[in-house]
Nanobody, 122 residues
Framework: QVQLVESGGGLVQAGGSLRLSCAAS????????MGWFRQAPGKGREFVAR????????YYADSVKGRFTISRDNAKNTVYLQMNSLKPGDTAVYYC???????????????WGQGTQVTVSS
């Protein structure tokens, strides 16, 4: 079975950086798309970035282009989200997830982590 565990969240000032990690266990993830989503209070779950495990092609939401970078470490079965130039609007619970297709829709992701809180102060 597949298990995803996020870590690395915290409280930072605007303009600061954080690196989120998503440790994956279970089966091989070579057939999966790995994505990062976020959800602020009172809002729906928003796509942030995704990466194709095999090959490493990536795609980003317009709101984070140029600031966030998604990557993966095959040996560690871990996906990362490097977040730079953070803004108060980035405050949310961040989730990693896995899908079978290169999709930005949360409904296409079948495995989810528990989430990690990111808070950006002004």
């Amino acid at each position: 079975q597949v298990q995803l565990v996020e870590s690395g969240g915290g409280l930072v000032q605007a303009g600061g950086s954080l690196r989120l990690s998503c440790a994956a266990s279970g089966r091989s993830f070579s057939d999966y798309i790995m994505g990062w989503f976020r959800q602020a209070p009172g809002k729906g779950r928003e796509f942030v970035a995704r990466i194709r495990w095999s090959g490493g092609s990536t795609y980003y939401a317009d709101s984070v282009k140029g600031r966030f970078t998604i990557s993966r470490d095959n040996a560690k079965n871990t996906v990362y989200l490097q977040m730079n130039s953070l803004k108060p609007g980035d405050t949310a619970v961040y989730y990693c997830a896995a899908a079978y297709y290169f999709s930005g829709s949360s409904t296409d992701y079948v495995y989810w982590g528990q989430g990690t809180q990111v808070t950006v102060s002004s």
